[in-house]
C-alpha cells in the first residue's frame, strides 16, 4: 500500500506570506496527525483527526494555523500569516485507530520563513 | 502526557545487541509505551509498543519493567541501519517526542 505523502517537501516563503501544507493519509485510516518540529527543538504534536472531526487541537500553538480535512481524506495545513518562528519540518501521519495503533509518519515538509 | 526521560546517544558494534533504556515514572494507566526511530531526512518510524508485557516483532523486543515505570527497546543484533534516533513515547493516541537516544552503530 502506499505510504503517507506530504507535499510539497520543501517550502519557502517570506514573513507575511501565506502557506498550505498537503498530508494524503494511507486509505482507509481514518486518524491523522500532524506534529512539526522547529529550530531544532523536539517534535510536538499539533492536531488530531479522526476522519473530518479534530478529534484534539490542542497543541496548535495560535489562530495563524488552520487545519482541515474535507471528506475526511486528505488534510491541509495552512499557516496565515507565516512569521520566522514557523520555520520547520510538519510532519503528517496516519493510523487505522486511536489509541495503540502504530502511526505512519510521511517523509515531512520543511517550511523555511525568511 | 507522561513525560520521558532518555540518554542523549549510545554506542554499539555491528552485529551486538544494543539495549536502549526509557525512564517513564510518570505513566498513567492507560498509555501505551510506544517506540519510534527517526532516520536523518526522513519520518519517524514505528520500532515496537506495549502496554504491560515484554513485547517481541521482527524489528525488535520491547521490555517493561513490572511497575511500568520504565523500558527497554532490545535490538538483538544491531546493524548500520539502525542507526538513528530512537524514541520512546508514554501517551494514548497523540505521540510526545522527547530528545531521543541517537544510536550509533560502529562497523
Not at chain 2, 546517544?9 to 510506544?34: A, F, K, Q, R, W
Not at chain 2, 519510534?36 to 524489528?59: D, F
Not at chain 2, 527497554?72 to 522527547?98: E, Q
Amino acid at each position: 500500500e502506499a505510504g503517507v505523502t506530504q507535499f510539497p517537501s520543501h517550502s519557502v516563503i517570506e514573513k507575511g506570506q501565506t502557506v498550505t501544507l498537503r498530508c494524503d493519509p494511507i486509505s482507509g485510516h481514518d486518524n491523522l496527525y500532524w506534529y512539526r518540529r522547529v529550530m531544532g527543538k523536539e517534535i510536538k504534536f499539533l492536531l488530531h483527526f479522526v476522519k473530518e472531526s479534530k478529534q484534539d487541537e490542542s497543541g496548535m500553538p495560535n489562530n495563524r494555523f488552520l487545519a482541515e480535512r474535507t471528506g475526511g481524506t486528505y488534510s491541509t495545513l495552512k499557516v496565515q500569516p507565516a512569521e520566522l518562528e514557523d520555520s520547520g519540518v510538519y510532519f503528517c501521519a496516519s493510523s487505522r485507530g486511536t489509541g495503540h495503533y502504530e502511526q505512519y509518519f510521511g517523509p515531512g515538509t520543511r517550511l523555511t520563513v525568511t | 502526557d507522561a513525560k520521558t526521560t532518555q540518554p542523549n546517544s549510545m554506542e554499539s558494534n555491528e552485529e551486538e545487541p544494543v539495549h536502549l533504556p526509557c525512564n517513564h515514572s510518570t505513566i498513567s494507566g492507560t498509555d501505551y509505551i510506544h517506540w519510534y526511530r527517526q532516520l536523518p531526512s526522513q519520518g519517524p518510524e514505528y520500532v515496537i509498543h506495549g502496554l504491560t508485557s515484554n513485547v517481541n516483532n521482527r524489528m525488535a523486543s520491547l521490555a517493561i519493567a513490572e511497575d511500568r515505570k520504565s523500558s527497554t527497546l532490545i535490538l538483538h543484533r544491531a546493524t548500520l541501519r539502525d542507526a538513528a534516533v530512537y524514541y520512546c513515547s508514554t501517551s494514548y493516541g497523540k505521540l510526545t517526542f522527547g530528545q531521543g537516544t541517537i544510536l550509533t552503530v560502529h562497523p
